[in-house]
C-alpha cells in the first residue's frame, strides 16, 4: 500500500515541484473513441474517471491553471472519448468519459466502458487513475463497480472529492470520512483522499504535487 501523499503544509520544494511541473506546456495529443485511436504508450500517465458531471474537465483545467484546456459544460456526458494531453513531456494525462448518465444511449455507454475498461486494465504506463466524487453526494454504485474493475486490475486509483466549496466544513468531515472507510479494505486503493475545489483552489497544489512525483516514475 502506498505511504500518504502530501499533506497541504508540504515542504514548500514539493508543492513548488508540482506547480512548476503544470504551469509549463500541455498541449493536446489524441482523442480515442476506440482501441485502435489509443496514442503508443510512452510517458508516465495519470487518468481522471468519474461520475458524469462531477467535474473532471473542471479539474484538469485548474491543475494545469489553463480556462478552456479540457472542455467543460453543464450537459453530462459532454466528454464522450478518451482525451490525451502530454504535460511538457514528463507526464500525460488522460481525461474518461463520465460515467452513470442514463440519458446517453445503452450502446454508446456500453462501447464507452468496454474502451475504457480495455485501457486501464493493459496500460502499462497508468501510475495512477484519480477517480472524482462529488463530495457533496458520495460514493454511488457506478463508483463501486469501477473499484472493483480497478482492484482486479492492481490500478493504483486515489479518491479525489471535487466541489468542497459547496460544503460547510463539518459536512466535508463527514464527507471523506465516509470515502475512507469505503476504501480501507479495498486492494488498489491509495489510502489518502484528496479534498479539491477547481472553483477555490482548495487542495490544487497537494494533488499537483503527488501526480509530480509520478512523473519522475519511469518504470513499467
Not at 20 to 38: I, K, S, T
Not at 75 to 89: A, C, E, K, N
Amino acid at each position: 500500500m502506498c505511504a500518504p501523499g502530501p499533506p497541504e503544509d508540504a515542504p514548500e520544494d514539493i508543492l513548488e515541484r508540482g506547480r512548476r511541473l503544470f504551469a509549463g506546456d500541455c498541449r493536446f495529443v489524441a482523442a480515442a473513441a476506440d482501441a485502435a485511436q489509443l496514442p503508443p504508450a510512452g510517458l508516465p500517465e495519470v487518468a481522471f474517471a468519474g461520475r458524469s458531471n462531477v467535474g473532471k474537465s473542471s479539474l484538469v483545467n485548474a491543475l494545469t491553471g489553463r480556462k478552456s484546456l479540457a472542455r467543460t459544460s453543464n450537459t453530462p456526458g459532454r466528454t464522450q472519448t478518451l482525451i490525451f494531453f502530454d504535460l511538457g513531456g514528463r507526464l500525460g494525462l488522460v481525461d474518461l468519459p463520465g460515467y452513470g448518465y442514463a440519458k446517453v444511449s445503452r450502446s454508446k455507454s456500453a462501447a464507452w466502458t468496454a474502451l475504457t475498461r480495455d485501457f486501464l486494465a493493459g496500460r502499462a504506463t497508468l501510475r495512477r487513475l484519480c477517480l472524482l466524487v462529488d463530495a457533496r453526494h458520495g460514493l454511488k454504485d457506478s463508483d463501486g463497480a469501477l473499484m472493483e474493475v480497478l482492484d482486479r486490475a492492481a490500478v493504483v486509483y486515489q479518491l479525489v472529492l471535487t466541489k468542497i466549496d459547496k460544503l460547510s466544513a463539518p459536512a466535508l468531515d463527514r464527507a471523506v470520512a465516509g470515502v475512507e472507510a469505503c476504501i480501507a479494505r479495498r486492494a488498489a486503493a491509495h489510502p489518502s483522499v484528496i479534498a479539491t475545489s477547481a472553483r477555490a483552489g482548495d487542495g490544487i497544489p497537494r494533488l499537483r504535487a503527488e501526480l509530480a512525483a509520478l512523473a519522475e516514475d519511469r518504470t513499467p
